[in-house]
């Protein structure tokens, strides 16, 4: 849905950095410290998202593999 969307221009300082909205640190939950995950793509740009939520899905897709492989050895 268009609301479930967040969109903000950011400008990079001088020396590379960017700051985040404070409100797209309330929306998305970002406090000083955590960690994001660059992704960049040539043709798509980039994105920043959360490196837990990838953490946790390469964890469960550890676990699902291991489920599959342990149930076709059985």
Same mark, same amino acid.
């Given at each position: 849905?268009?609301?479930?969307?967040?969109?903000?221009?950011v400008? +990079? &300082? /001088?020396?590379?950095? *960017?700051?985040?909205?404070?409100?797209?640190?309330?929306?998305?939950?970002?406090?000083? $410290? !955590?960690?994001l995950?660059?992704?960049?793509? +040539? &043709? /798509?740009?980039?994105? *920043?998202?959360?490196?837990?939520?990838?953490?946790?899905?390469?964890?469960?897709?550890? $676990? !699902?593999?291991?489920?599959?492989?342990?149930?076709?050895?059985?």
């Open positions: 849905a268009a609301s479930d969307v967040y969109k903000r221009q400008v +990079i &300082d /001088q020396d590379g950095r *960017l700051t985040l909205p404070v409100r797209a640190r309330k929306v998305f939950n970002i406090k000083s $410290g !955590d960690e995950l660059l992704i960049g793509d +040539i &043709d /798509q740009g980039l994105a *920043l998202m959360d490196a837990q939520f990838f953490v946790q899905a390469a964890r469960h897709v550890e $676990g !699902d593999h291991r489920a599959a492989h342990d149930n076709t050895e059985n």
